[in-house]
Every structure is written in C-alpha cells, then in structure tokens.
C-alpha cells in the first residue's frame, strides 16, 4: 500500500486542482481512513476524530464534503447502504468484496479467485469490457443467525 507520505502529497495536489484549502481536518480526515480498518459512517469518523482531537474545530460538513472528495479521487471508497447512508474505507486496499449483515450492520471483507475469475469470463462472454465490479452479499453473519 501507498505510504501516508505520498498518499498525503496526493491529496494535497487534488485540494490544489479543486480549489480548495488544505486543512488539519481535512488531513484529519485523510490519516482516519489510513489508520483504520473497517468501514465508517461519516457520523462515526467525525465523532471519533472529536473524541481523539477535543480540540479541534471540526464540522460534520467537512466529514462529508472531504469523504465525497476522496470517492471522487478513488482514494475511498464507500458502501451505500440505501437510507441508512453509506460506510466508507481507504480505497487503495487491494480489491475485496463484502459480505454485509442486515441486522447488525457487520462487514466481513473477502476475496474468491473463483469468482473473480467467473466475472472476467461473463464479461467476456458478452463482449463487455469490465473496468472494474464491487461485490456485496446481504443476509445475516452468524451471530444474528443465532
């Protein structure tokens, strides 16, 4: 994976290209994501950045506006869950696809190369170049089975 280094850089260079100022908590925001696991409401990223900088001046605004500005640069990435909003992730992981509980909300990242291999062959079989695929498979994890 990219260095925070560079990644930092990078995301310095897109606030540049879109006009925008580079701030702590937008950087705030960035390191989140490069430090954590898992997958975050915006809500969860913002109170957590709070709890860890009491005294930084963050709104939840500019969690969403830079989250929207990482998706679109593909530094993150999100999983919409409909009304419920959507979780984010750091977007440079190597590419996984998710199992995701209906009732408790748990993802569980996994990767199959039999299925990746399948995809590749149905889009060939339809004369369909695939660019890229996300993968979510909704049901209960096994706790909420119990």
Excluded: W
């Amino acid at each position: 994976m990219i260095s925070y280094p560079l990644l930092l850089e990078k995301f310095q260079t897109i606030l540049k290209e879109n006009s925008l100022k580079f701030t702590k908590q937008r950087e705030l925001i960035l390191k989140f994501l490069y430090e954590n696991d898992g997958h975050f409401t915006p809500e969860d990223i913002y109170r957590l950045i709070k709890e860890e900088n009491p005294n930084i001046n963050i709104g939840i605004a500019t969690v969403y506006r830079t989250l929207t500005l990482l998706e679109t640069s593909q530094i993150a990435s999100s999983i919409s869950f409909g009304v419920q909003g959507k979780k984010y992730e750091l977007g440079l992981k190597k590419h996984h696809d998710h199992l995701i509980c209906n009732q408790c909300g748990d993802i569980i990242e996994f990767f199959d190369e039999v299925i990746e291999e399948r995809q590749e062959e149905i889009a060939k079989k339809f004369n369909f170049k695939m660019i890229d695929h996300t993968m979510k498979i909704v049901g209960l994890c096994e706790n909420c089975q119990k």
